[in-house]
């Protein structure tokens, strides 16, 4: 049998022409091409997902275990412990000093001597104007005796009918006007006296003395100056009580005053010593606020010794406070609190759940890249109490270890968790590499 003939009669006993057989090989063709087209498709996604997967560099250190000291910084200026201002109560013209600066006073010393001329003048007027008084004072009496004896003669020839009744008024009249001067005369003596009193101790606060046991710190006055003493006092001299206890004062700004009580410890500086530290401790603070700028503070003490005399009065000095200390605890630089990875590094359950919610679904999301979004918050605060996170690498992908804040010191943070351990290394930022 002709197999071309068989073929033939098959076809047409099937129904197959050959346009039906060109159709049938058309859309085969498409079928393979769409195929193809949707796995180079996938390849693609596939080779680009994988190619831009991004790879992150990571900034680490050790976890730090050491004594975490809080201090408080405040600029003041040193002062003594008692300063006196010594000024003159009379006026007149100096005529004699007799210290200069920095010298050692005793407590009565005498520092400058008045002119006395018209200061003596004025005690001897004023013990003459005493004698007078007192010597009218016996007149007084004089005339009140013999009034009285004038009165008792009238009484008596009055008894006998012989007296009239006016002249004896006139008598007693005359007896009581003797005891009235008598009185002003002795009123006189007690005024005489206590001009007298008062001049003779304005002629003594010509000495200009010392009032304590100290040192010379500014003399204001030369010999032959006139000082005038009216409504307030002329300062001549300023002393010091003791230049080897003294006190720097500072001022507290208002946010950090909760932290100060007294006995707590201190270092300062001056630039007169540089590289020197001078020990200190907190002995009082001022309620009374200063006020400057729109900026409150409080002034606080500081006890200084001075045994050796380096530091003189008004020098300008930088504290450091120490507020509080913990020995040999587990700290970490804040930027280790502020720091967090992307959301698909965190190994927080409800921060994967939120991620897995903003992803494609299915298989396509499978296939769509992903986006890392960083967490970073260089803001966040960070409060003692609180429970925050650090992290590390635990298989090369950042692990989430949560912690309690402790003591804070502004650029460390006490930490403690169960997790900590000294071989521990946390995670301080990280950057795109890739």
């Known amino acids: 049998m002709d197999l071309n003939i068989s073929q033939e009669n098959i076809k047409k006993t099937l129904g197959i022409s050959n346009e039906s057989k060109s159709l049938l090989s058309s859309t085969k063709s498409r079928i393979y091409i769409s195929i193809l087209f949707l796995v180079a498709l996938f390849v693609f996604i596939f080779l680009f997902n994988l190619l831009n997967s991004p790879s992150y560099e990571y900034t680490r250190q050790p976890i730090i275990r050491d004594d975490l000291i809080v201090n408080i910084n405040a600029t ?16 007149g013209l100096i005529k004699e000093v007799l210290v200069d600066f920095n010298d050692i006073v005793k407590e009565g010393t005498v520092l400058a001597i008045l002119d006395t001329d018209q200061l003596e003048a004025r005690v001897k007027q004023s013990e003459a104007e005493l004698a007078s008084s007192k010597a009218r004072v ?24 012989n007296f ?10 005359s007896f009581s006007r003797a005891e009235a001067a008598l009185e002003i005369a002795q009123s006189q003596v007690t005024i005489s006296e206590a001009n007298l009193y008062a001049n003779q101790t304005n002629l003594s606060k010509a000495k200009i003395t010392a009032p304590i046991n100290g040192i010379v ?9 006139t000082v005038a003493s009216s409504f307030q006092t002329p300062i001549l001299f300023k002393l010091a009580e003791d230049l080897t206890v003294m006190e720097l004062s500072v001022d507290i700004d208002e946010a950090d005053i909760g932290q100060i009580s007294i006995g707590q410890k201190a270092i300062f ?4 010593y540089p590289g020197k530290i001078f020990p200190s401790s907190l002995k009082s603070v001022r309620f009374s606020p200063k006020e400057e700028n729109g900026v409150i503070t409080y002034e606080a003490l500081l006890e200084v010794t001075n045994s050796d005399l380096l530091l003189r009065p008004g020098m300008t000095a930088r504290a450091t406070i120490t507020t509080a200390e913990k020995k040999d605890i587990f700290m970490v630089p804040y930027s280790a609190l502020r720091f967090s990875p992307p959301l698909e590094f965190t190994n927080d359950e409800s921060e994967t759940k939120r991620q897995s919610n903003t ?9 769509m890249p992903r986006f890392s979004r960083n967490n970073n918050n260089e803001t966040i605060s960070i409060k003692t109490g609180e429970t925050l996170s650090i992290w590390t690498l635990k298989d090369n992908e950042p692990y989430k270890i949560p912690v309690k804040v402790g003591l804070l010191n502004g650029q460390f943070a006490e930490i403690s968790s169960n997790e900590l351990s000294l071989n521990l290394e946390i995670i301080l930022g990280m950057k795109v590499i890739k």
């Open 269 to 272: 500086t001056v630039d007169a």
């Open 76 to 91: 003041g200026n040193i002062r003594p412990l008692n300063q006196v201002d010594v000024g003159v109560e009379v006026s």
């Open 359 to 367: 992803k494609a679904p299915g298989f396509i999301g499978m296939l």
């Open 138 to 161: 016996k007149e007084a009496q004089a005339n009140k005796t013999e009034a009285n004896n004038n009165l008792q003669r009238a009484l008596t020839l009055f008894n006998k009918e």
């Open 164 to 173: 009239s009744e006016k002249s004896l008024d006139n008598a007693k009249s």
């Open 217 to 225: 710190l500014e003399r204001l006055v030369e010999t032959g100056q």
